[in-house]
């Protein structure tokens, strides 16, 4: 079974709202990275967290992480039409490190 | 700089028939991976190649096979085609598999029908 798990599947909003994405997943982690991927591209990382960091900025990208609830969110402020994709967190897992777990993913609509 | 180049793009195949999806990273990336996407899912991890001369299993390998053929060329080989593996297959590649290093680039996809 997959690693991680994104939720909600779909997200629909209106041009300025903030975004928000959650990814949990089973074991424990070294990291967790976040994934755009355009309709009908390759994706396109977006932001690494390490497993003892809580929190982490990357201009409208806002990443927490909490290793004991095994969950992270994605808050994307004042989205703009251009930040219409999917979504997917990555993690590695216990037992193997060197494997990496892509999510279901979130598609985000931002309505102009 | 082009990055993580797969080819074909597209390509039709009868059942039982075979291929070979090729892919070349010109950032001098220790490590290669190939995965496949299935409509509306995330991406499972067929093989990877943590380094040159190395291969190992990801999640879903049954039924290919891969070649890193050298530290640019990472190839995955469908021996005997199903209609099971019609997908989107991505190949990307990171400076180091684990750790901090293993930001994944990933090429533009092939996208594999098998009749």
């Known amino acids: 079974s997959q690693q991680g798990e994104e939720d909600p599947q779909a997200l629909s909003i209106q041009e300025g709202e903030n975004a928000t994405m959650n990814c949990s997943y089973k074991?424990?982690?070294?990291?967790l990275q976040w994934y755009r991927q355009n309709s009908g591209r390759g994706l396109v990382h977006l932001i690494l967290i390490r497993s003892n960091e809580r929190e982490k900025h990357s201009g409208r990208l806002r990443v927490t992480l909490d290793t004991s609830k095994k969950s992270s969110s994605l808050l994307i402020t004042a989205s703009r039409a251009a930040d219409t994709a999917s979504y997917f967190c990555?993690?590695?897992?216990?037992?193997?490190?060197?494997?990496?777990?892509f999510g279901s993913g979130t598609k985000l609509n931002v309505k102009p | 700089n082009a990055g993580v180049t797969q080819t074909p793009k597209f390509q039709v195949l009868k059942t039982g028939q075979s291929m070979t999806l090729q892919c070349a990273q010109d950032m001098n990336h220790n490590s290669m991976y190939w995965y496949r996407q299935d409509p509306g899912m995330g991406l499972r991890l067929i093989y990877y190649?943590?380094?040159?001369?190395?291969?190992d299993k990801g999640e879903v390998p049954n039924g290919y096979n891969v070649s890193r053929l050298n530290k640019r060329e990472f190839s995955l080989r469908l021996e005997s085609a199903a209609p099971s593996q019609t997908s989107v297959y991505f190949c990307?590649?990171?400076?180091?598999?684990?750790?901090?290093?293993?930001?994944?680039?990933f090429g533009a996809g092939t996208r594999l029908s098998v009749l």
């Open positions: 190649s943590a380094s040159e001369g190395t291969t």
């Open positions: 074991t424990s982690i070294n990291n």
């Open positions: 990555a993690t590695d897992a216990e037992g193997n490190f060197n494997k990496f777990y």
């Open positions: 990307a590649s990171s400076e180091e598999t684990g750790g901090a290093k293993n930001i994944q680039y």
